[in-house]
T-cell receptor, first 116, second 114 residues
Framework: QQQVKQSPQSLIVQKGGISIINCAYE??????FPWYQQFPGKGPALLIA?????SEKKEGRFTISFNKSAKQFSLHIMDSQPGDSATYFC???????????????FGSGTQLTVLP | ETGVTQTPRHLVMGMTNKKSLKCEQH?????MYWYKQSAKKPLELMFV???????ENNSVPSRFSPECPNSSHLFLHLHTLQPEDSALYLC?????????????FGEGSRLTVL
């Protein structure tokens, strides 16, 4: 019940196209859904995050769509660029008790390649 | 130094060696984490230190031993490892109470066990 399932495992998109990565979860107690971006040789970095009280959040070319009833959320990258080529991880967590750190449950990652 | 710094970046060790990974955060955070990253698998949380509380993943073998002497430093002591322990070990930090919950990761220590 703590798993977050991510698909696809890899994705190849032409420059200017739309990249879509999907995640599904089971635990309805999750209340925070971030996406992390990881370039080769680097650690993951927060890209965008959403809470379940909204259905969509947009930051520049990156949008999270959230479907609470289906327990699914997705990352859309509009006008994909070669510089977006990286591994993307979805995650979910539950607000910890006061003083406790959030424990993120990560998906298995999607390797995105944007062709020039 | 800024952000989260991990040393060494690469480590090769035999199964009988004892080594340690070091992490230092310069962000003023009060929680630190060790994650294991293996190819095509989810990042696996190993240990969390938060406001002097330690939380551990019960599936982590005892050959991994964390140490957190203060809120800025975190170590992962390694002894009698197995080849399947070869992976990228990521350290992260965050701010508990008043923070956004965002994790800030280091660049990782690539461990190879021969």
């Amino acid at each position: 019940q703590q798993q977050v399932k991510q698909s696809p495992q890899s994705l190849i998109v032409q420059k200017g196209g739309i990249s879509i990565i999907n995640c599904a979860y089971e635990n309805t107690a999750f209340d925070y859904f971030p996406w992390y971006q990881q370039f080769p040789g680097k650690g993951p970095a927060l890209l965008i995050a959403i809470r379940p009280d909204v259905s969509e959040k947009k930051e520049g070319r990156f949008t999270i769509s959230f479907n609470k009833s289906a327990k699914q959320f997705s990352l859309h990258i509009m006008d994909s660029q070669p510089g977006d080529s990286a591994t993307y991880f979805c995650a979910a967590s539950i607000e910890g008790s006061s003083g406790s750190a959030r424990q993120l449950t990560f998906g298995s990652g999607t390797q995105l390649t944007v062709l020039p | 130094e800024t952000g989260v710094t991990q040393t060494p970046r690469h480590l090769v060790m035999g199964m009988t060696n004892k080594k340690s990974l070091k992490c230092e955060q310069h962000l003023g955070h009060n929680a630190m984490y060790w994650y294991k990253q293996s190819a095509k698998k989810p990042l696996e949380l190993m240990f969390v230190y938060s406001l002097e509380e330690r939380v551990e993943n019960n599936s982590v073998p005892s050959r991994f031993s964390p140490e957190c002497p203060n809120s800025s430093h975190l170590f992962l002591h390694l002894h009698t490892l197995q080849p399947e322990d070869s992976a990228l070990y990521l350290c992260a930090s965050s701010q508990v109470q008043g923070g956004t919950g965002e994790l800030f990761f280091g660049e990782g220590s690539r461990l190879t066990v021969l």
